[in-house]
């Protein structure tokens, strides 16, 4: 990817979106990535998808894989209800950088915390670390070929519990084919694909997978 899109898109939303208002801060980026570059956010098409699965949980205590420059973190944050909060990880201190500057100038700063390292890394001490028992809504959305193991990682940490809701972004592409199989073909999981389109493209597939957990 493309290593300068962060600190363009920072300085974009400086010069261009209202300080505050998360809403704008959103709509300055998808409008940004839509006209100027494409880049790897949800999107607001994806976007609308995650928002509803995200209503529809009504979480307290959220748990993000892959915060990138933060855009799907302000996503959920602005329908976050009062005393919830995001936790999102970010193994790239670049990105992790950008999106810290986003997410304060949207105003978001106490809704999300951003955890920076490796997943496999930050997972066995999140608990402690950030005072959660249990995540009621995880949003994965980072390297594919990490998907799996980190929702094995997430059971087997007992991380999320009976009726947590995880989507993951990209199912279709670039895809996550073990991942699908995984949580498809488990009796644990109650699965919904979301077809849509790749973020910012008019004729390219892809899909949002929701899972319900059901131990
Ligand atoms: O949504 C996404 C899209 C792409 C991607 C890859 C290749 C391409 F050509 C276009 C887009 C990569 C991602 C990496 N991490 C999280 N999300 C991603
Ligand atoms: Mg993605």
Same mark, same amino acid.
């Given at each position: 990817h493309d290593e300068e899109f962060?600190?363009?898109?920072?300085?974009?939303?400086?010069? *261009? %979106?209202?300080k505050g208002d998360v809403t704008n801060?959103?709509?300055?980026?998808?409008?940004?990535?839509? $006209?100027?570059?494409?880049?790897? *956010?949800?999107? =607001?098409?994806?976007?609308?998808?995650? =928002?509803? $699965?995200?209503? &529809?949980?009504s979480p307290k205590n959220v748990l993000e894989i892959g915060c990138y420059c933060g855009y799907s973190a302000l996503r959920m944050s602005r329908l976050l209800k009062e005393d919830a909060k995001i936790?999102?990880? &970010?193994?790239? !201190?670049?990105?992790?950088?950008? %999106?810290?500057?986003?997410? $304060?100038?949207?105003?978001?700063?106490?809704?999300?915390?951003?955890?920076?390292?490796? !997943?496999? &890394?930050? #997972?066995?001490?999140?608990?402690?670390?950030?005072?959660?028992?249990?995540? =009621?809504?995880?949003?994965? =959305?980072?390297?594919?070929? #990490?998907?799996?193991?980190?929702?094995?990682? #997430? &059971? *087997?940490?007992? #991380?999320?519990?009976?009726g947590t809701t995880i989507m993951a972004d990209n199912v279709i592409f670039p895809g996550c084919p073990d991942y699908l199989e995984y949580v498809r073909n488990s009796p644990k999981f109650e699965c919904t694909n979301y077809p849509s389109k790749l973020e910012y493209c008019e004729n390219r597939e892809d899909a949002m997978e929701k899972s319900i957990y059901l131990p």
């Amino acid at each position: 990817h493309d290593e300068e899109f962060p600190p363009r898109i920072l300085d974009h939303v400086m010069k *261009n %979106a209202i300080k505050g208002d998360v809403t704008n801060v959103i709509d300055v980026i998808d409008k940004y990535c839509w $006209s100027v570059e494409i880049a790897m *956010n949800v999107g =607001d098409v994806k976007g609308a998808i995650l =928002d509803k $699965s995200f209503l &529809e949980a009504s979480p307290k205590n959220v748990l993000e894989i892959g915060c990138y420059c933060g855009y799907s973190a302000l996503r959920m944050s602005r329908l976050l209800k009062e005393d919830a909060k995001i936790f999102t990880i &970010e193994a790239s !201190s670049q990105y992790a950088d950008v %999106a810290q500057e986003i997410i $304060s100038f949207a105003g978001m700063e106490k809704k999300v915390q951003i955890l920076r390292g490796l !997943s496999d &890394e930050v #997972l066995p001490t999140i608990a402690e670390k950030c005072g959660v028992r249990t995540f =009621d809504f995880v949003f994965i =959305d980072h390297a594919k070929e #990490l998907y799996k193991r980190d929702l094995i990682m #997430l &059971e *087997n940490l007992g #991380l999320i519990r009976q009726g947590t809701t995880i989507m993951a972004d990209n199912v279709i592409f670039p895809g996550c084919p073990d991942y699908l199989e995984y949580v498809r073909n488990s009796p644990k999981f109650e699965c919904t694909n979301y077809p849509s389109k790749l973020e910012y493209c008019e004729n390219r597939e892809d899909a949002m997978e929701k899972s319900i957990y059901l131990p």
